[in-house]
């Protein structure tokens, strides 16, 4: 089936420690997401790519990287400069401009 | 910052219809209406969008103003599985795919 995969579902790191969560869609969409959500809050955009080898920062790109080397992934980096880790994190892809968005479960990150 | 205005909370009797207000009173002309939920801890999930006619499917109601400024998700007959945060978002259709924006959205309580 198709669908966008996000990996791993807990991940626990220590405090200046990088950590990258996985994303990988088999749906053929060109643009992806990643955004950040806090306990009782909406979700906020870090970076989104519209196509291979291109992306952009969204409103909370700060201590976050990302690279888009194949058109089915999109890896996030959570850097030591991330100052507050801990949250939800939640990816996503579109096919077209006119179409919906699919999310994956989430990675729920815990700095420890 | 997101371009539309929703309600915090709303409660709903199960059985009867859930409207779900959503202001977007700067929208363009060429941006659609999206609605999405996000029932705790997994990824949100999509309901309908529409331009400027009302829609419908096997989930929802989209009802837009004529003007286009606010819009109004129905769920005909809630569930107590309809329990769950929802987003209404816009988004262009004209141009680059650019990004998601997303509110704080309404949470649903849908009460036996």
């Known amino acids: 089936d198709g669908g966008i995969t996000q990996s791993p579902k807990y991940l626990f790191r220590k405090e200046g420690q990088n950590v990258t969560l996985s994303c990988e869609q088999n749906l053929n969409h060109d643009a992806m997401y990643w955004y950040r959500q806090d306990p009782g809050q909406g979700l906020r955009l870090i970076y989104y790519s519209q196509i291979v080898n291109d992306f952009q920062k969204g409103d909370i790109a700060e201590g976050y990287s990302v690279s888009r080397e194949k058109k089915e992934s999109f890896p996030l980096t959570v850097t030591s400069a991330q100052k507050n880790p801990t949250a939800f994190y939640l990816c996503?892809?579109?096919?077209?401009?006119?179409?919906?968005?699919?999310f994956g479960q989430g990675t729920r990150l815990t700095v420890v | 910052d997101a371009k539309t205005t929703q309600p915090p909370s709303m409660d709903c009797a199960e059985g009867r219809a859930a409207n779900l207000p959503c202001n977007h009173s700067?929208?363009?002309?060429?941006?659609?209406v999206y609605w999405y939920r996000q029932i705790h801890s997994q990824g949100p999930q999509y309901i309908i969008h529409g331009l400027k006619n009302n829609e419908t499917n096997e989930m929802a109601s989209l009802i837009i103003t004529e003007d286009r400024k606010s819009s109004t998700l129905i769920l005909p007959h809630a569930t107590l599985r309809d329990t769950a945060v929802y987003y209404c978002i816009v988004r262009t259709y004209g141009g680059s795919q650019g990004n998601l924006i997303f509110g704080k959205g309404t949470k649903l309580s849908v009460k036996p």
């Open positions: 996503a892809s579109t096919l077209s401009r006119n179409t919906e968005a699919f």
């Open positions: 700067t929208i363009s002309g060429n941006e659609y």
